[in-house]
């Protein structure tokens, strides 16, 4: 199976093309000015490093960008341009962890979600306390969900093994639902 992961970042936008585990194609873009352009030109530019691959082929397209979150209305019908645009628009960050819950839990349903990887990071401890609240939520809604320890600030805590058989195992069990 092929699967995507796109990020929209303040700075640069990342997309990475699976197939089976292995990195089939890669793209990292300046994001510039134009965030909802950039997250499609960084998956036109991962596609272009695979001959006759097409959007159409990936069975899976897991995306995350700065900032995103939902507090205003669709910006698009299409999930990664308007992830994109939500994640640069200014507003307000929700006010509080049941406010930040209640935006997950809406978008997991706008989007028919099939499973969401929280990433923890212990560097970021007000966002840190966030994911357990979260997860229970997910776990209540019946959201399968997989929580990974990301710290941005210490490269030792990662293990690239680990975190692939975290990943595989959890892709198995959104696959047999």
């Known amino acids: 199976m092929i699967a995507a992961g796109v990020d929209i970042g303040s700075a640069t936008s990342k997309v990475v093309i699976l197939s089976d585990g292995h990195i ?14 950039a997250a499609h ?3 036109e530019a991962a596609l272009a490093g695979v001959s006759s691959l097409a959007l159409s082929h990936i069975g899976y397209i897991v995306a995350t960008g700065y900032r995103h979150q939902r507090s205003f209305p669709v910006q698009d ?3 990664i341009r308007d992830m994109a645009m939500s994640s640069t628009m200014r507003r307000p960050y929700a006010q509080s962890i049941g406010e930040r819950i209640d935006l997950t839990l809406d978008m ?7 499973g969401v990887i929280l990433s923890y990071n212990p560097s970021c401890r007000m966002f840190y306390l966030l994911q357990s609240e979260l997860k229970n939520a997910l776990d209540r809604e019946g959201i399968a969900n997989l929580s990974l320890e990301c710290d941005m600030a210490d490269e030792r805590t990662y293990s690239e093994g680990q ?8 892709i198995e069990r959104l696959l047999a639902r």
């Open 24 to 37: 089939l194609s890669k793209s990292l873009i300046f994001t510039g000015g134009d965030s909802a352009g």
């Open 41 to 43: 030109w960084a998956m």
């Open 77 to 79: 019908e299409d999930p």
């Open 108 to 114: 997991c349903r706008e989007y028919k979600v099939d």
């Open 163 to 170: 975190v692939k058989t975290r990943l595989d195992a959890f």
